[in-house]
């Protein structure tokens, strides 16, 4: 029995709260645990990342947004040292439907290493600290999020401020939040700023999540062209490539139609590298001429033709109001991109593959990268295993628990009230049978002692007897005689017959409870669950985050109504498979008492009698008991 309880104590422990270590300031009251897998279990990477604007998703699947400001700005990210605090961007925060998207700048990722850092919240007096400029380092020049509207210019997150010159034309939903849409039409064009220029030989990033919908023919995604110069960047029939003065790199995989894929083009003082998903997939060996000119997204410079020569470009030039002139001779044979973008970065340096593999990983929708952990309190108590996982119960999931609550506790309080009674009611039934079984033929003897009324009071043989009892002193009453007929007899047994339904009902009352508890609370669960799962997925499709970290808080969370469900029915099934035994032989003892009376009295009253003894009260020495 040690053994056993000891088992169950340290299982009981594993859900209780651990208390947590080091609190970076006591203002907050909440944290939360967020890992960076590098290793083989996670995102496989084996080379040092570095610096990394890593992408934190949150959603009902891994985050409650309760204990915090409305917008969010009471966030912060704190390295495992619980003293460096991290810069982020939040592009995105709506507690009510569940969602955010938020930049983190965390300053090294090491290779096939697991990384902690903190986001803790919880402070209604903390200011927003949201800024992209310094989220992003300083080597990125370029980064729309397009967390905008439709119709107005693309915003540039970083500092140098590089806003469209174009409007985006359509928005959808992107990887990260919204994403551009391209059906086609006008390209987005960036403007020529000196932080975009790229001088000759120069390093350069270009890199976007990239969803071709008709990727026929040749189309262009990346186009810049400078005094018979050009950089472009596109798609063959499907196939990515890069192109540098008609250059272009060797053929690589084809891009799956309408399905987003990360594009990353790095270019060095040695060669240019084209990256699909996080891989490099091709390469030239080429470096890239001066290019200061305006870049369109989406499609060629607008008002560009080729040269009537072969291999020929014609020279492009740009007025201070960023207006192309060409001298036109044949028309381009690139035609626009039919498909979304989103997530464009343009750097001033060769990023390294391993960054650009994290970025794939970090930003996809199967994030392995990324994992959440439990939610700490500031007082230094974490909510355990136990408690993250009531944390991740959504609110409609809440309603059916406080249901399932009330009906557990309203089956344990009948079962309890219910074996208590039948418990005094058998073992007062048992007394009454031994002083009963000594009276004989005295059957009137022990109906005015009431010093065995209130020992045996709660005994149903007991009140059958007075019923029995009550029932022969009537008939005395109104016939004068002390003979019962037989069909005296039968009516008196009737009356015991009654009496006995009775307290059957009795015994059974409240029953019904307990059998729709058993029925009902597993379906109740289950009703917990399918909204619990559905809420999950619609949290978990819209933001876009479809890991099995994600998923696996909201389905555990979900799958609790079930158990809860359960937790229900089967004590109610034992409870009341225990009860209507105990009734049953209650009831046994009640029928067997009432075919021993009436034949007793069949005996004392009966008209075959020839006599009848007057009844004497017994004495104490009599009757024990």
């Not at 626009?336 to 994290?358: M, N, Y």
């Not at 009963?436 to 003897?445: A, D, N, P």
């Not at 997925?537 to 890991?547: C, E, K, P, R, Y």
């Amino acid at each position: 029995m040690q053994r056993l309880l000891m088992i169950f104590l340290v299982c009981v422990s594993t859900l209780l709260p651990s208390v947590a270590h080091a609190w970076w300031q006591q203002d907050w009251e909440y944290r939360k645990q967020i890992s960076i897998d590098t290793t083989a279990e996670g995102g496989a990477i084996n080379e040092r990342v570095g610096r990394v604007p890593l992408l934190v998703r949150l959603h009902t699947g891994n985050f409650q947004f309760d204990g915090m400001q409305d917008n969010g700005g009471d966030i912060r990210f704190v390295l495992a040292d619980d003293q460096t605090v991290l810069n982020h961007q939040m592009e995105s925060f709506d507690p009510l439907m569940g969602m955010a998207q938020i930049w983190v700048d965390v300053p090294a990722v090491e290779a096939a290493q697991l990384q902690d850092i903190w986001m803790y919240y919880g402070n209604p007096d903390a200011p927003a600290t949201s800024n992209g400029q310094v989220t992003f380092d300083p080597d990125y020049t370029l980064v729309y999020h397009f967390e905008g509207s439709a119709g107005v210019p693309a915003r540039d997150t970083t500092a140098y401020s590089n806003q469209s010159q174009t409007s985006v034309v359509a928005l959808t939903d992107g990887v990260v939040g919204r994403a551009a849409q391209f059906t086609g039409g006008e390209p987005l064009m960036l403007p020529a700023s000196p932080s975009l220029a790229v001088p000759a030989a120069g390093a350069f990033t270009f890199s976007a999540w990239v969803r071709a919908d008709q990727p026929a023919g040749e189309q262009l995604i990346y186009a810049r062209r400078d005094a018979g110069n050009a950089l472009l960047i596109g798609l063959n029939q499907g196939i990515p490539f890069v192109e540098v003065n008609g250059q272009r790199s060797s053929q690589g995989q084809p891009m799956t139609a309408g399905q987003w894929q990360h594009l990353a083009v790095t270019a060095s003082a040695e060669q240019l590298v084209l990256y699909v998903n996080g891989r490099e997939t091709s390469s030239l060996a080429a470096t890239l001429p001066p290019l200061s000119t305006v870049t369109a997204i989406g499609g060629d410079i607008p008002g560009f033709t080729a040269s009537a020569a072969p291999g020929a470009e014609a020279a492009v030039d740009e007025t201070t109001e960023g207006v192309v002139s060409v001298e036109t001779v044949a028309s381009s044979p690139y035609t626009a991109f039919v498909g979304a973008i989103d997530e464009i970065r343009l750097s001033k340096t060769a990023r390294p593959a391993a960054l650009l593999q994290a970025d794939f990983l970090a930003q996809g929708s199967d994030s392995r990268l990324v994992t959440h952990g439990v939610d700490e309190q500031q007082s230094g108590i974490n909510f355990g295993g136990l408690g993250f996982l009531f944390n991740a119960v959504p609110f409609d999931a809440w309603i059916i628990l406080a249901i399932l609550a009330f009906m557990m506790v309203q089956t344990w309080i009948i079962m309890y009230r219910k074996n208590r009674r039948v418990t005094r009611m058998a073992r007062a039934n048992e007394e009454f049978r031994q002083v009963f079984s000594q009276v004989g033929t005295r059957l009137e003897s022990l109906m005015d002692d009431r010093e065995l009324a209130n020992r045996v009071q709660d005994s149903s043989t007991w009140r059958l007897y007075q019923v029995g009892i009550n029932e022969v002193r009537t008939r005395r009453s109104q016939q004068g005689a002390n003979t019962l007929s037989a069909s005296t007899l039968d009516s008196i047994s009737v009356s015991l017959d009654g009496a006995r339904t009775l307290e059957n009902r009795q015994l059974a009352s409240q029953l019904g409870i307990l059998s729709n508890a058993i029925a009902g609370g597993p379906y109740i669960g289950l009703l917990g669950t399918v909204l619990g799962i559905m809420v999950v997925f619609l949290g978990t499709a819209m933001a876009g985050d479809v890991n099995i970290n994600a998923i696996a808080p909201g389905m555990a969370a979900a799958l609790l109504a079930t158990a809860a469900g359960l937790f229900v029915a089967i004590p109610a099934l034992f409870g009341y498979n225990r009860l209507t035994g105990r009734n049953r032989e209650v009831s046994q003892d009640m029928r067997m008492f009432v075919d021993e009376f009436i034949t007793r009295l069949s005996e004392a009253y009966g008209e075959a009698s020839q006599s009848v003894s007057p009844q004497v009260k017994h004495s104490p020495e009599q009757i024990p008991a």
